[in-house]
């Protein structure tokens, strides 16, 4: 791979990739890539410095999430460990920058919650992987927030499908890097933090994972092409809102931390935008 922590960078009238080398608060160094993160990326021998970094893909197909995907969160939800993994779907109008403010629906502001996730993006398209090979088809790790209007998640006004409560646009913020599998030494054993306004809400590790990236990644892809750019969030630890009976209000500010691989951080705004 051309790069080790991928960025989509905002500077000067252009947007481009670029492979992050150092930062300071919120300015970044950056060597810029020449090419689109799906097809070859060159590198080149310009480095920039930039405090916009967006999103760091530039489209998805889907984001497909994983429900239920950690020991504590279906502890605190008193649900059974589940056989297989539990999947829905967010629309690619879902996805969101690492920094961008969360516009919302005045429905959707009721119960509106956070949840901090692995986020995993598929380099290549992919059919019938195995667990051994899934790895082969990650373009990188980042980090997401699963934003949740949970007034319709529940169950009488849901059916029991979890898509409509999170499919709102700008409901899936991922980044601010994505980073390359051969940077995440072990995505099992790394540390998750989610913190509404610098308090800390969730955290965990990624090694209480009831179904892990393989398993996820071969899942996904028994008999069904995940094309290149889908975007899978894998589930949220123990301490979502919901179970706190702490909801988001407008002028929060979400910011999901995962150690060695990405941050987002994005202010709820009670507007349409």
């Known amino acids: 791979m051309a790069f080790k922590r991928l960025v989509r960078v905002s500077e000067g009238g252009q947007t481009f990739y670029g492979d992050l080398i150092s930062s300071n608060g919120s300015n970044y160094t950056v ?99 195995s667990e051994a090979d899934a790895l082969d088809y990650v373009l990188g790790f980042t980090a997401g927030n699963d934003v949740s209007a949970r007034n319709f998640q529940l169950p009488e006004v849901s059916g ?30 790394v540390r998750l933090t989610t913190k509404v306004n610098g308090v800390i809400k969730q955290d965990s590790n990624t090694n209480d994972l009831i179904f892990n990236v393989g398993q996820i990644i071969s899942h996904l892809s028994r008999g069904t092409t995940l094309r290149k750019g889908t975007v899978i969030m894998t589930g949220t630890p123990a301490g979502v809102g919901y179970f706190r009976k702490e909801f988001l209000k407008d002028g929060d500010v979400v910011e999901v931390e995962i150690e060695g691989v990405g941050m987002v951080r994005n202010t709820i705004s009670f507007s349409e935008g």
């Open 160 to 189: 029991g499908q979890f898509c409509y409560a999170k499919s709102f646009d700008g409901f899936a913020p991922i980044g601010h890097t994505l980073t390359a599998p051969s940077e995440l030494s072990n995505p099992l054993a």
């Open 31 to 129: 060597k810029k890539l020449l090419g689109t993160s799906f097809e070859a990326l060159r590198e080149t021998e310009t480095v920039v410095q930039t405090n916009k970094l967006l999103c760091p893909i530039e489209r998805s197909p889907l984001v497909i999430c994983i429900g239920l995907n950690y020991r504590t969160h279906a502890e605190e939800a008193k649900l059974a460990i589940p056989k297989y993994p539990a999947v829905f779907t967010k629309p690619a109008d879902a996805l969101a920058g690492p920094f961008d403010t969360v516009y919302t629906h005045p429905d959707t502001r009721e119960l509106l919650d956070y949840e901090g996730e692995l986020v995993i993006v598929i380099g290549k398209d992919a059919k019938n992987v």
